[in-house]
């Protein structure tokens, strides 16, 4: 069982940067694949950037070079550094819990979330 919370969102002007953080608990963190995902308004639930229990990282076409996922397990967290924001970056961002080594691009995929953080970025 692990248990998710977001934190770190916030209003930012286009080009800013901002850095979400992902606090686990459980004494398996270390054995799970995290994943960011963000929703915007009327639109559906989209993948963003995965990291593997040992590492390795994935991201989606649109954040790829922009955004920087990484973790910490000593921390029980991961983390999501945000760069060269865009208007359509905006949505509510959450990340999501797989147990095990694979990875998963969407959201039925992990069996864990959090509540989710809001991002916003002006124009």
């Known amino acids: 069982q692990v248990q998710l919370v977001e934190s770190g969102g916030g209003l930012v002007q286009a080009g800013g940067s901002l850095r979400l953080s992902c606090a686990a608990s459980?004494?398996?963190?270390?054995?799970?694949?995290v994943g960011w995902f963000r929703q915007a308004p009327g639109k559906e639930r989209e993948f963003v950037a995965v990291?593997?229990?040992?590492?390795?990282?994935y991201y989606a076409d649109s954040v790829k070079g922009r955004f920087t996922i990484s973790r910490d397990n000593a921390k029980n967290a991961v983390y999501l550094q945000m760069n060269s924001l865009k208007p359509e970056d905006t949505a509510v961002y959450f990340c999501?819990?797989?147990?095990?080594?694979?990875?998963?691009?969407?959201?039925?995929?992990?069996?864990?979330w959090g509540q989710g953080t809001q991002v916003t970025v002006s124009s």
């Open positions: 999501a819990a797989r147990y095990g080594g694979s990875v998963a691009y969407t959201p039925p995929g992990y069996a864990y």
């Open positions: 459980g004494r398996t963190f270390s054995s799970y694949a």
């Open positions: 990291v593997t229990w040992s590492g390795g990282t």
